[in-house]
């Protein structure tokens, strides 16, 4: 799987990686994917619950050898069309 933008959230406690995802993903295009990778193990829950919350997929996850583990997100849209979706 590929990715258009990463964010390194290493060393970075709740809710930090979730809120720099958050920033990073508003600057990204609908359908865009970041992958995400962090080592606090409240990203276990907190990107998955962030993802939820907020429209986004969660189209992957990865370990990387306790305690990293890297996200892949696509952008959602919170109701807008994406220029690909048939009108």
């Known amino acids: 799987m590929t990715w258009d933008?990463?964010?390194?959230?290493?060393?970075?406690?709740?809710?930090l990686p979730v809120l720099?995802?958050?920033k990073r993903l508003l600057a990204l295009p609908v359908g865009a994917v970041l992958r995400v990778v962090?080592?606090?193990?409240a990203a276990?829950?907190?990107v998955p619950h962030f993802?939820?919350?907020?429209?986004?997929?969660?189209?992957?996850?990865e370990d990387l050898g306790h305690p990293r583990h890297a996200y892949l997100i696509?952008?959602?849209?919170?109701?807008?069309?994406?220029?690909?979706?048939?009108?």
């Open 5 to 15: 933008a990463e964010l390194d959230a290493t060393g970075l406690l709740c809710p």
């Open 20 to 22: 720099k995802a958050r």
């Open 38 to 41: 962090a080592d606090d193990p």
């Open 44 to 46: 276990l829950v907190d």
């Open 51 to 61: 993802c939820a919350e907020q429209g986004h997929a969660l189209i992957g996850q």
């Open 74 to 87: 696509r952008r959602g849209g919170w109701g807008q069309r994406k220029k690909s979706d048939p009108l």
